[in-house]
């Protein structure tokens, strides 16, 4: 049974927003914990209702507490005035790799940066004296880490439509049905039952059936297998966030237990992430320097 549910944001029109969404889906306190599925998809349910403000979100289940955890959506920036501007680090980094078509390089491949450090300028310099300044253009991608907790259950079962259906009357005497002129049935399906034809003193009665063909996936994982398919998660979460030219370096499974039939993990992920952030700068002028040296 969950006893707590602990939303981790600052944002208290999110917080509400994603607590309504949850408690609507049958996640509040003094319920019983829901399983895999379940959580999965209302996960889903609250992404795609607020797609344009939330870019990924995570239900973790820590004992009799759900921690929710979500990142917000950026979107319809403000334009940067790229009059002059230098380049500096959207966020802590080892630089990777950059790609710098003007401005003066501070900071080279494999430096550490902090937030808001200065990688390329926009002053370029001559003799440690400022001759000329520049809009800083290009872009650097950074090395950045992410440790993802991880759940994926030891036993996975899930049915799912795979977009066939077809129509079918049966006929039903007792405890018996008879499909009537039906071939290449289905080996598993979920119907939609119409009753045609009914008698209420014989046990009789034709239907018309809508059947969906489905298919299932029914699987038993070994621990390692299991934390096979928790890496493959993560990646697969991660990957969602990615843009272009981003990508997974490589990961570390940090630990991992099982815990009611669910392996429990926490893996640490290396990301080339395009860490480009900008901001502006006033134009040098000589008689700027001029002035200091008087």
């Known amino acids: 049974m969950i006893f707590s549910i602990d939303v981790i944001t600052n944002d208290k029109n999110m917080k509400n927003k994603i607590m309504k969404e949850l408690k609507v889906n049958g996640i509040s306190k003094y319920k019983f914990k829901k399983d895999y599925k379940d959580l999965q998809r209302i996960k889903k349910l609250i992404l795609n209702k607020y797609r344009h403000e939330i870019d990924w979100i995570e239900i973790e289940n820590q004992g009799t507490k759900y921690i929710i955890r979500y990142e917000p959506r950026i979107e319809n920036k403000k334009k940067v005035n790229t009059s002059f501007r230098d380049i500096i680090a959207k966020k802590n980094a080892i630089i990777y790799k950059l790609d710098v078509r003007k401005g003066e390089i501070i900071k080279d491949k494999g430096s550490y940066v902090h937030k808001g450090d200065i990688i390329v300028s926009g002053y370029i310099h001559l003799n440690d004296k400022i001759m000329d300044t520049v809009s800083a253009t290009g872009k650097v991608y950074g ?106 370096i490589d990961y570390k499974v940090l630990d991992y237990e099982i815990n009611n039939n669910i392996l429990n993990s926490k893996i640490f992920y290396t990301v080339c992430e395009n860490i480009t952030d900008y901001q502006n700068i006033e134009e040098y002028k000589e008689e700027d320097n001029n002035a200091i040296n008087n």
């Open 143 to 248: 090395e950045v880490w992410y440790t993802l907790s991880i759940k994926y259950p030891m036993h996975y079962y899930h049915e799912y439509k795979t977009g066939k259906k077809k129509s079918v009357y049966t006929f039903k005497l007792l405890n018996k049905s008879i499909d009537i002129l039906i071939f290449n049935k289905y080996e598993t399906k979920k119907i939609k039952h119409h009753t045609i034809l009914k008698n209420n003193i014989l046990p009789f009665k034709l239907e018309k059936q809508i059947q969906y063909e489905t298919k299932i996936i029914d699987k038993k994982y070994k621990p390692k297998q299991a934390l096979e398919q928790a890496i493959k998660e993560g990646r697969k979460k991660l990957s969602k966030k990615l843009k272009k030219n981003e990508y997974i």
